[in-house]
């Protein structure tokens, strides 16, 4: 059974490029969650699909984020322009629909933006 | 908000049992108490999970006092490859995205 399958592992661009960062749910999991890891801020989530509509992107931290999810087994997260203070861990996860069912993460990208 | 409170860090020896103990005082009635492991350059690893009074699986084991406001995860004989970080989380699936709260966990150094 595959995993959370996110790409690319590591980013490495400049500043003011676009990034495009991809993430595959597990097969029959409805809930599809972005999140981004900082040494200073931890583990942040950014917005969260149910059956590929977002729910709540309230932790997007500004316009420059966008995130879409086409179909159920395809989401990406955009960043346009990027920055420096971009720079992170961004994890993709999901999980099924059921209350308290725990949330399956992939290994994560990456990002350094120079 | 179902915030946590955890140990910022915590050091044992090989052998030993670990628990390691979350606070989360606001906990609401149809929330879940899940744990999670992580270790470097790796997204966190679902442990364990319960709702009331004691759950264990072939690695862990979860005590939850009747009140729910804090739970313990018990870690039975520690391996140096047991050293990872250990994030409590309060909610579910359902919940609002505003109520997963991850924190900052608990650094676990498992020594020799």
């Known amino acids: 059974d595959a995993g959370v399958i996110q790409s690319p592992r590591h980013e490495v661009t400049e500043m003011g490029q676009e990034v495009t960062l991809r993430c595959k749910p597990i097969?029959?999991?409805?809930?599809l969650f972005w999140y981004r890891q900082t040494m200073m801020r931890g583990l942040e989530l950014l917005i969260y699909?149910?059956?590929?509509?977002?729910?709540?992107d309230s932790g997007m931290p500004e316009d420059r984020f966008s995130a879409k999810m086409p179909n159920a087994s395809f989401s990406t997260l955009k960043i346009q322009p990027s920055e420096p203070r971009d720079s992170a861990v961004y994890f993709c996860?999901?999980?099924?629909?059921?209350?308290?069912?725990?949330?399956?993460f992939g290994d994560g990208t990456r990002l350094s933006i120079l | 908000l179902a915030k946590t409170t955890q140990p910022i860090s915590m050091d044992s020896y090989e052998g030993q049992e670990v628990n390691i103990t979350c606070s989360h005082n606001?906990?609401?009635?149809?929330?879940?108490i899940t744990w999670y492991q992580q270790f470097p350059s790796q997204g966190p690893r679902f442990i364990i999970q319960?709702?009331?009074t004691k759950v264990t699986n072939e690695v862990a084991s979860l005590f939850i006092p009747a009140d729910r406001k804090s739970s313990t995860l018990s870690l039975p004989r520690v391996s140096l490859s047991d050293t990872a970080v250990y994030y409590c989380?309060?909610?579910?699936?359902?919940?609002?995205?505003?109520?997963?709260?991850f924190g900052s966990g608990t650094r676990l150094s498992i020594r020799p």
């Open positions: 996860a999901s999980s099924q629909p059921l209350n308290g069912q725990p949330q399956h």
């Open positions: 097969s029959g999991h409805d809930y």
């Open positions: 699909f149910n059956n590929n509509v977002p729910i709540d």
């Open positions: 606001n906990i609401a009635t149809n929330d879940y």
């Open positions: 319960g709702y009331k």
């Open positions: 989380l309060v909610g579910g699936a359902r919940s609002s995205a505003s109520k997963i709260i």
